[in-house]
């Protein structure tokens, strides 16, 4: 069967992406690192020593830029339902984490340390039915937001790739609940027909 002329455009852009390329150079594992060093160069997110929380971390650009920035006295703890390759610094659980035992893990993991970000990427696999898609996506920061509600120290952070559609506007409500700073940022490196926007609270209220 012949390729689609979308899987070809996607191809094409994929191949011709200043971000891939630059990836490639820079030894990030996904283009995706340049969407969190942008966000972080703005708003200032992750610091050395911090404790960071990398939900969806697979390949492991994210996990790669919050190692890196926290420093060898920091810690992460990624997760994502794929296998990642380890990167120094980083403890990975894989597993899904719509599963109660897969959140059990990550705590278990934290082993009680009180944790400064929560960084959330997930993003389910595109079924291209619309609303089944968006519904899923929302189960999946709605999860990270709960969980960010009870790992994070008071004054602490929570980014989180949302798209804007059914749901977006009473999750941004939620957002705004428990910390006392909220923006939405769509870096540059985010395609910008994509609906894909990245919504950051800090200052948790606890
Ligand atoms: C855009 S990718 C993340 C890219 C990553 N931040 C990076 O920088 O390399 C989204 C990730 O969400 C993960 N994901 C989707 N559904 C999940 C689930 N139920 N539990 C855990 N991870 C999930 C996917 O496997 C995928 O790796």
């Given at each position: 069967?012949?390729r689609?002329?979308s ?7 994929h ?11 820079d ?7 340049y ?10 997110l ?12 697979a ?5 790669q830029?919050a ?10 703890i ?21 599963e109660?035992d897969v959140?059990e893990s990550?705590m278990a ?8 970000v ?5 993003a389910p ?9 968006q ?7 709605e999860?990270?937001l709960d ?8 004054k602490?952070s929570?980014?989180?790739?949302v ?13 705004r ?5 909220v923006?939405?940022?769509?870096p540059?490196?985010?395609r ?10 800090k200052?948790?209220?606890?």
């Open positions: 069967m012949a689609s002329k899987s070809n455009r996607w191809l094409e852009e191949v011709n992406d200043p971000f891939v390329k630059q990836a490639q150079v030894g990030y594992r996904s283009r995706a690192s969407k969190l060093l942008e966000i972080n160069k703005k708003d200032r992750i610091h050395p020593n911090m404790v960071v929380v990398d939900l969806g971390s390949p492991g650009g994210w996990s830029v190692a890196k920035l926290v420093g060898h006295k920091g810690r992460v990624a997760s994502d339902i794929l296998p990642m390759d380890a990167i120094a610094g980083v403890d990975f659980i894989q597993g899904d984490f719509t109660n959140f990550i993991t934290l082993g009680g340390d009180p944790v400064d929560v960084i959330s990427d997930m696999n595109i079924s291209g039915v619309t609303v089944a898609d519904a899923a996506s929302m189960y999946l920061v999860l990270a969980m960010a509600s009870q790992v994070l120290k008071p602490g929570f980014l989180a790739k798209f804007q559609g059914e749901g977006y506007d009473e999750y941004l409500k939620s957002v609940a428990v910390f006392d700073k923006v939405v940022r769509k540059d490196s985010s910008s027909r994509s609906r894909e926007v990245y919504i950051l609270g200052g948790f209220k606890g």
